[in-house]
């Protein structure tokens, strides 16, 4: 089975919100809202891969913190086969420059009640990392 490993951010305001960005029109789960992120490249640290995607995908320079959630998710491929990716959500503890839609077809930031409402809004595999997030946040 192939699998995918993919790291997100919980990034947040100094309102408390939370980033999200949605996925561009003609790729998998097209416009659907997650979270921040994007594949590990050869070699990466997870955190080398989430500061990366940051800078690429929402032109932000981050400093990554621990790690909140790990899940993992399996979707059938367009040929029927199925992969799995498994999804790392990390903190970002601070970043620089003003976050914008570069390379996601928008961004928005959402109170944290916005999951309660918009879950199907979400990619599946993205779902299960609010929860475990939530918990992580309130174990500091």
Same mark, same amino acid.
């Given at each position: 089975m !192939? @699998? @995918?490993q993919v790291v997100c =951010?919980?990034?947040? +305001? =100094?309102?408390? @919100?939370i980033l999200l960005t949605q996925r @561009? #029109?003609?790729t998998h789960l097209e416009?659907? *809202?997650e979270f921040p992120g994007g594949k590990l490249e050869p070699g990466e640290t997870a955190a080398q891969a989430l500061a990366r995607e940051l800078k690429e995908e929402i032109a932000i320079d981050a400093e990554i913190g !621990?790690?909140?959630a790990r899940v993992e998710h399996e979707y059938a491929g367009k040929d029927g086969a199925p992969w799995t990716v498994e999804l790392i959500l990390m903190e970002v503890v601070r970043y620089v420059g003003a976050p914008r839609a570069v390379d996601v077809a928008d961004m928005? *930031?959402? #109170? +944290?009640a916005w999951f309660d409402a918009h879950m199907d809004d979400m990619p599946p595999a993205d779902v299960p990392l609010v929860d475990k997030a939530r918990q992580a946040q309130k174990v500091r």
């Open positions: !192939r @699998k @995918k =951010a919980w990034i947040n +305001d =100094a309102n408390g @919100k @561009k #029109a003609g416009h659907l *809202w !621990r790690e909140l928005q *930031w959402v #109170a +944290d």
